[in-house]
């Protein structure tokens, strides 16, 4: 059963310094981009597990992926808002958030997908 995040990146410079993971697009289409990508393989949590003191004792559960998940992005004034679609479970997706944009995002709306 898929879910539907509406997601705001309330900062996006910040976003794309917030770590070794971060974002680098510039505008909506390829922060969406790099979203979508993030939940439809295992790439960015593999890069992340990998970099862990033990990577053997990282939980599997947070490496599912979503091969149908869809993310559109667009402008509004100065944020970035993303429509996320996904099977993915809301801490996993936040997992993935936070490697992405730290902490300048926030979740607007969960619904039903």
Known sequence: MSTRYLIRITDAARARA????ALTSQGPDGIAAELQAALRTDAL?????DRQPDPDDVDPA???????AQVVGSQRDLDIDLEV????SSAVLKHRLQ??????????DVRAG
Request: aromatic letters at 14%.
């Open 18 to 21: 917030s770590g070794d993971y």
């Open 45 to 49: 949590f593999v890069r992340w597990r």
């Open 62 to 68: 947070l490496g599912v992926t979503d091969p149908s």
């Open 85 to 88: 679609t996904t099977s993915i």
């Open 99 to 108: 490697l992405l944009a730290g902490n300048a995002w926030e979740i607007r």
